[in-house]
C-alpha cells in the first residue's frame, strides 16, 4: 500500500493498472501517428501517382473513342448527303420474276431458260436451338420469299435439345413441304461449335453444291418475301461483293423501357458504324444473321469456324483479308426481336464484348502478314475495327466514369479536366442520338443504362484477351415471340420465390455502393459537383442490381 498526493491510500496494483493503461494509450497514439505518416507517404508517393496515371489513360482512350465516333458520323453524313445509296454507287438492276402462266406459255421458246440463268440457286439456312416461342414465324417467313420454287432451297438446322420442340420444328417443315416447298429439315447428334457447327454441318450435304449463295437467318428473324429480289441483284452484278447484309427491324422495342434504349444503340450501329464501315472500306462485322453470303467467298475465308462466340464475324474478318468487298443496304430490313430480360441481355452482351476480343488475340499476327490487303486495311482492321470499337469504347465508358471519376473525388491532388467529364461524354452521347431521333428524350436513360451495361462488357473484354474463364460460353439469347401476348407478366408472389441469383445482380450492387459512397464524399468535401452524375448513376446500378429492368415471365 501506498499513499498518493490526495492522501489517498491506492493498492499498487491499481497503480500498475493506470500506469499501463497511460502506456498504451501513449504507445496507440504514436501508433496512429505511424501509420498517418505512412500512408501520406504512400498517398503522395504512390497512390496519387498512379491514380493520376490510370486518369490520363482514360483521357487518353476517351480521346480515341471520340475521334473514331466522330469519323464515322462525318463518313455516314457525307453518305447521306451525297445521296450515295448502295444502288448508285454499285451496279443494280430489277429481277422480274416470270409468273406461273407465263412460265407454262414460254416453256417452248425458252423463257424458261433464261429465268433460271437470272436467278441463282440460292439456300436458305435457319439454325435453332429450341425455338418453341419463334419457329412457326421465322419457317413461314422463309417459306414466303418471292424466288423460284426451283432456285431455293430452305435448310432448318435443329440443334434443339428438347424432344417436344423437335417434333414441333419438324413437323412445321413437313407441312410446308407438302405444299411444294423445298425445305430440308437436318439436325445432328451433338451441338459442338454451336451455330457455328451447325451451320458448317448445313453446308456439307450433297444438295448445298449446286447453290452459289446462302441467305442466313436466325430462328427470331422474319424477312419480308422481297428480301432476295432486293438484296440478290447487288450480288449478281458486282462479282466481287461477298457479302450484303440488311438492317435490323426491332418488332418488340416498344415492349419495356430496357428495349427501348437497346434500339437506340443497336439503330446507331446499323446507320453509323454499318454505313460507314461499308461506304469507307467495303469491310465491317457480319451480323450473323440478315444477311446474303456468296459461297465462293465462304469458302476461300476458310468456312465457319468454332475458335470463337463470334463465328460472324470471324468469317468477315478472314473474307475481308481474302480481298473480298462488303455492302450494307440500310433500306433492306429484317423483322426481329430485342432480348427483354435483363439476363439474356447480359448473356448476350457479353458473347458480343468477349468473342471479338478472344478473335482479336486469335486472329492478330494473320492481319499482320494478310499479302491480299493493303496496309491500309490492315490498321483499318487493327484499330478501327478491333482495338477502337470492340476494346477501347468497352473500357473507357466504365473505367472512366463508373470508376476513375467517381474515384477521383478522394484525391484532391488529382484533377481531371472538364472537358473529359461533360464535353466528350456529351458530344459522344449525342453522336449515338443520331440513330433513333424519335428516342432522343430517353437519351439521359439512354447514357445511365449503358455504363451499367459496361460493366458486363469491360469484364468480358478482359475475359476474351486473356482467354480465362468463360471465354467460349455460348448462352442462347431468349425469344419470347408471342409469349408475353398470351400469359401474364409475373406477379409479385412470383418474384418473391425467384432464386437470389436470377432476381439480385451483385456486380451492380455492389457497384452501385461504391458510386453512392463517392457520390456522399463528393456532396460532402468536394467543390467539383461530380455528384450530379454520380449520383444518378449510382441509383441506376442499385436498380439493375435489384432487378428492376426489363420485363419479367412466369417459368411454368
Not at 476474351?464 to 398470351?486: I, Q, R
Request: with cysteine; aromatic share 12%.
Amino acid at each position: 500500500m501506498f499513499q498518493d498526493a490526495g492522501g489517498q491510500r491506492m493498492p499498487l496494483q491499481a497503480a500498475s493498472i493506470a500506469e499501463a493503461l497511460e502506456l498504451l494509450l501513449s504507445s496507440t497514439a504514436s501508433a496512429r501517428a505511424l501509420i498517418g505518416r505512412g500512408w501520406g507517404w504512400m498517398r503522395s508517393s504512390v497512390v496519387v501517382p498512379v491514380v493520376r496515371v490510370v486518369v490520363l489513360l482514360c483521357l487518353v482512350m476517351s480521346v480515341m473513342m471520340l475521334v473514331e465516333k466522330l469519323s464515322m458520323g462525318v463518313i455516314s453524313l457525307f453518305v447521306k448527303l451525297a445521296r450515295r445509296s448502295p444502288d448508285r454507287v454499285h451496279r443494280w438492276q430489277p429481277l422480274t420474276l416470270v409468273s406461273a402462266t407465263d412460265e407454262e406459255m414460254g416453256m417452248e421458246n425458252g423463257n424458261h431458260q433464261q429465268q433460271s440463268s437470272f436467278f441463282p440457286m440460292v439456300l436458305v439456312q435457319i439454325p435453332m436451338y429450341n425455338e418453341k416461342e419463334v419457329y412457326q414465324k421465322s419457317i413461314r417467313a422463309a417459306c414466303d420469299l418471292v424466288w423460284p420454287s426451283d432456285r431455293i432451297i430452305i435448310q432448318i438446322l435443329d440443334d434443339s435439345t428438347d424432344p417436344f420442340i423437335k417434333d414441333l420444328v419438324k413437323t412445321e417443315c413437313e407441312r410446308w413441304h407438302k405444299m411444294g416447298k423445298s425445305i430440308k429439315y437436318e439436325t445432328r447428334n451433338n451441338r459442338h461449335g454451336y451455330k457455328a457447327g451447325a451451320l458448317k454441318e448445313g453446308m456439307k450435304h450433297s444438295y448445298v453444291r449446286s447453290c452459289e449463295f446462302v441467305a442466313i437467318f436466325d430462328a427470331d428473324f422474319q424477312p419480308y418475301s422481297d428480301f432476295l429480289m432486293r438484296a440478290m441483284p447487288f450480288l449478281i452484278h458486282n462479282p466481287d461483293i461477298g457479302l450484303v447484309q440488311a438492317r435490323w427491324r426491332f418488332v418488340n422495342a416498344n415492349e419495356c423501357l430496357m428495349t427501348r434504349v437497346q434500339e437506340m444503340s443497336m439503330d446507331y450501329h446499323f446507320k453509323v458504324e454499318q454505313e460507314s464501315g461499308s461506304s469507307a472500306a467495303a469491310f465491317f462485322g457480319f451480323n450473323g444473321t440478315a444477311g446474303v453470303w456468296r459461297i465462293m467467298a465462304l469458302n476461300e475465308a476458310g468456312g465457319w469456324k468454332e475458335r470463337t462466340t463470334v463465328e460472324d464475324m470471324d468469317l468477315a474478318v478472314r473474307a475481308s483479308l481474302g480481298g473480298w468487298k462488303f455492302l450494307y443496304v440500310g433500306n433492306i430490313q429484317v423483322k426481329s426481336e430485342l432480348p427483354s430480360t435483363f439476363k439474356a441481355y447480359r448473356h448476350q452482351q457479353h458473347r458480343w464484348a468477349c468473342g471479338p476480343a478472344n478473335l482479336f488475340r486469335k486472329m492478330l499476327t494473320d492481319i499482320v502478314h494478310a499479302k491480299k490487303v493493303s496496309f491500309w486495311r490492315k490498321c483499318h482492321v487493327l484499330y478501327n475495327f478491333f482495338i477502337a470499337r470492340r476494346i477501347i469504347s468497352h473500357c473507357v465508358t466504365f473505367f472512366s466514369y463508373c470508376v476513375v471519376i467517381p474515384l477521383s473525388v478522394f484525391f484532391e491532388e488529382v484533377e481531371v479536366p472538364k472537358w473529359a467529364v461533360f464535353y466528350v461524354p456529351t458530344i459522344i452521347t449525342l453522336l449515338n442520338s443520331v440513330g433513333t431521333p424519335s428516342s432522343f428524350h430517353l437519351i439521359v436513360v439512354w447514357v445511365l443504362f449503358e455504363n451499367v451495361v459496361s460493366l458486363h462488357r469491360c469484364k468480358a473484354v478482359f475475359i476474351g484477351l486473356l482467354e480465362v474463364g468463360n471465354v467460349n460460353e455460348w448462352v442462347v439469347t431468349e425469344k419470347l415471340g408471342d409469349m408475353l401476348k398470351a400469359e401474364p407478366t409475373v406477379n409479385i408472389r412470383s418474384k418473391v420465390q425467384m432464386k437470389l441469383s436470377d432476381r439480385f445482380h451483385f456486380w451492380e450492387l455492389g457497384i452501385g455502393l461504391y458510386l453512392f459512397v463517392c457520390a456522399c464524399y463528393d456532396y460532402s468535401y468536394c467543390k467539383d459537383r461530380y455528384f450530379l452524375y454520380i449520383f444518378p448513376q449510382s441509383i441506376s446500378f442499385l436498380i439493375m442490381g435489384f432487378g428492376y429492368v426489363g420485363t419479367f415471365v412466369q417459368n411454368g
